[in-house]
């Protein structure tokens, strides 16, 4: 993996350089220089090899790290929003349901609205900045909240801000990237951003083992994270608008954003994909309570599972990244759905002790890594830039909403028929989707990748 930061303010073309060894005629020594694309063109003609070095823009790398202390400012506080508002407020089991309800569903309502306003206004850095922007905002209502109406109230804002910005947010790490190397960059996000998942619950820990009941402490903390995390990306990321990009390298005018830009049947196969996938993929909360109904190391170690696979899919995303960019996007996506059907079966089968807890998180870490960026990365591909946010948008909104009905009915499932028989027939249910699924990309599967360049729009 090659990371530049000399690409700032370029075209995602300028990410891109060839080493070429130049081969002249017998007995003259071989030399070696680093060329732009077109310049390699040009000595192709003449018996040279080529040899392309894709690397991570810097934007990538920096909306990573925007990422990063931004889940570790989220991730402190959902960690412990359980026990403090049963414990500290003193409000009832229903009440967090509701609110937790609230924090998994209300940011799929608005997904699609912060990815339609990048795409309208050409300015997704500062439709982001706004989502981050509000949800750092919230922050400071947690040191002063107090009841059920201003938790409720601080939560919607959060998830709103978080619904706002992730469209656009992929939408830049899609415009700083090329076709070659666009699962790595996604693989990169993901990893910094998963480094912020796993750190966050670790620190809200930490502060509450050091200083009990230390609630606004964390709140604190979380609150510099977050303003740390807009700032980065208020003053470091530069501003990339895909429409004029476009117009500029291919000097024709600028396209407007149009609705049925969107009416693409690659799109409309990811969209279908994500719905029938997304409507058996249940919380991992539901597979963490089955592992520890059986074994004493779940139940022990229960509030750090999250850490566990959060551990995995940092270790496991870049490399699922670049192995997407070279054997397919579509069969890397097809492939963490089969580790998570191993992941219900593990869970399912009544196998006790540490291996088989470890195998089920690492496999759940493997599905996210092998799945959520290359999701965002097949919608970008199926999507013009200048409806490219729109786009991915529509995919997350689709996943997240298919999720949430899929978590009420397993816990409908589950209260019929048991833990075990209920996670029996999800990975039954999924094995059959998965070849249907699989049938649905084809296309995906025989489109070839072009080697270098700006992503196909």
């Not at 995602?12 to 080493?19: I, Q």
């Not at 058996?280 to 599972?305: C, H, K, N």
Request: hydrophobic letters at 50%; aromatic letters at 10%; a positive charge.
């Amino acid at each position: 993996m090659y990371l530049s930061f000399s690409d700032r303010g370029k075209n995602a073309d300028d990410a891109v350089t060839d080493e070429v060894t130049v081969s002249p005629d017998a007995g003259t020594a071989s030399a070696t220089a680093t060329t732009t694309t077109a310049t390699t063109t040009d000595l192709m003609t003449t018996g040279t090899t080529r040899k392309t070095v894709t690397r991570v823009s810097s934007v990538v790398v920096s909306l990573g790290i925007v990422s990063m202390f931004t889940d570790i400012s989220s991730e402190s506080v959902s960690a412990i929003l359980p026990l403090y508002i049963t414990g500290v407020l003193g409000l009832s089991t229903v009440a967090y349901g509701f609110i937790d309800g609230l924090y998994q569903g209300v940011s799929a309502i608005v997904r699609i609205a912060g990815g339609w306003a990048a795409d309208r206004g050409d300015q997704p850095k500062w439709i982001a900045f706004f989502g981050y922007g509000i949800a750092a905002i919230a922050r400071v209502g947690l040191l002063f909240a107090s009841g059920f109406a201003a938790i409720t109230a601080i939560v919607a804002v959060d998830r709103i801000g978080k619904g706002i910005r992730t469209a656009p947010r992929d939408a830049l790490i899609s415009a700083s990237s090329t076709h070659a190397n666009l699962g790595r960059s996604f693989g990169v996000h993901r990893m910094l951003d998963t480094v912020g998942a796993a750190v966050g619950p670790l620190l809200a820990f930490l502060i509450l083992f050091f200083i009990p009941n230390g609630y606004n402490t964390i709140f604190v903390v979380s609150l510099a994270c977050a303003i740390l995390g807009v700032a980065i990306l208020g003053i470091i990321v530069p501003n990339k608008r895909p429409r004029a990009d476009r117009a500029a390298a291919e000097h024709a005018p600028r396209q407007p954003f149009r609705w049925r830009q969107l009416n693409d049947p690659r799109l409309r196969r990811v969209l279908l994909v994500s719905g029938l996938l997304g409507l058996l993929t249940i919380g991992d909360g539901f597979i963490y309570l089955v592992l520890q109904s059986r074994s004493s190391f779940a139940a022990e170690w229960f509030p750090l599972m999250y850490v566990g696979t959060n551990i995995a899919f940092l270790a496991l995303a870049i490399p699922l990244g670049k192995l997407s960019d070279r054997f397919g996007r579509a069969r890397v996506f097809v492939i963490g759905h089969i580790a998570l059907l191993a992941a219900y079966i593990f869970a399912a089968v009544p196998v006790e002790g540490v291996a088989a807890t470890i195998l089920c998180l690492a496999l759940l870490g493997a599905f996210y890594a092998a799945t959520d960026g290359i999701l965002a990365a097949l919608a970008s591909e199926s999507t013009p830039a200048e409806s490219r946010g729109t786009g991915i948008a529509s995919a997350q909104t689709v996943v997240a909403l298919s999720r949430l009905i899929a978590s009420t009915g397993f816990g409908l499932l589950w209260f019929a028929v048991g833990r075990e028989a209920a996670m029996f027939i999800v990975a039954i249910a999924l094995a059959i989707v998965i070849p249907i699924v699989t049938y649905l990309l084809r296309g995906f599967f025989t489109t070839p990748a072009a080697s270098s360049g700006k992503m196909a729009a």
